[in-house]
T-cell receptor
Framework: DAGITQSPRYKITETGRQVTLMCHQTWSHSYMFWYRQDLGHGLRLIYYSAAADITDKGEVPDGYVVSRSKTENFPLTLESATRSQTSVYFC??????????FGSGTRLTVV | SQQGEEDPQALSIQEGENATMNCSYKTSINNLQWYRQNSGRGLVHLILIRSNEREKHSGRLRVTLDTSKKSSSLLITASRAADTASYFCATDGSGNTGKLIFGQGTTLQVKP
């Protein structure tokens, strides 16, 4: 199915564990993004990518790692999860000049 | 930070009334975009206005951009209960980086 898919939808993990959030898009969009959304902060950009093998930091990159070996995938890894990383994470993709399409989000709870 | 403020933070109106939301930003931009988010869902792209455009329409939506004041407004005319959502502006900074930075949003409630 065409679209942008995030997995898992919900995740509970323990402090200190590594966790990877997946994002897959079927349009071959060049740009992909990861945002986190918290009450009182709106959406904050974590990392973005302009093309495969090109990634760059956003507003709040600390504690996160991304990779983009294939155009369609943009996984986000929390190397050692902390409670402050409890949030809703959104992935988005697009071509740059026509708006972006967002996934349905991953609700991550770190206990 | 590239992004400024959106106001109001919350807006409550009756069905049929117009809703206006404002967005300010701090740096030069390539374009400015508006998104809608229904509760618990992902964001949906509404409209994009380029830095060399002053006004754009899409159905009941009207967006204006004033680059001299670094501000934009989103007008929803003849609002409906289904327009109840949060609305966000986002700026794509100059330099064609594609980097999209969001404001904190306006929560709109349209009462039937």
């Amino acid at each position: 199915d065409a679209g942008i898919t995030q997995s898992p939808r919900y995740k509970i993990t323990e402090t200190g564990r590594q966790v990877t959030l997946m994002c897959h898009q079927t349009w071959s969009h060049s740009y992909m993004f990861w945002y986190r959304q918290d009450l009182g902060h709106g959406l904050r950009l974590i990392y973005y990518s302009a093309a495969a093998d090109i990634t760059d930091k956003g507003e709040v990159p600390d504690g996160y790692v991304v990779s983009r070996s294939k155009t369609e995938n943009f996984p986000l890894t929390l190397e050692s999860a902390t409670r402050s990383q409890t949030s809703v994470y959104f992935c988005a993709s697009g071509l740059g000049e026509s708006g972006y399409t967002f996934g349905s989000g991953t609700r991550l709870t770190v206990v | 930070s590239q992004q400024g403020e959106e106001d109001p933070q919350a807006l409550s109106i009756q069905e049929g009334e117009n809703a206006t939301m404002n967005c300010s930003y701090k740096t030069s931009i390539n374009n400015l975009q508006w998104y809608r988010q229904n509760s618990g869902r992902g964001l949906v792209h509404l409209i994009l206005i380029r830095s060399n455009e002053r006004e754009k329409h899409s159905g009941r939506l009207r967006v204006t951009l004033d680059t001299s004041k670094k501000s934009s407004s989103l007008l929803i005319t003849a609002s409906r209960a289904a327009d109840t959502a949060s609305y966000f502006c986002a700026t794509d900074g100059s330099g064609n980086t594609g980097k999209l930075i969001f404001g904190q949003g306006t929560t709109l409630q349209v009462k039937p």
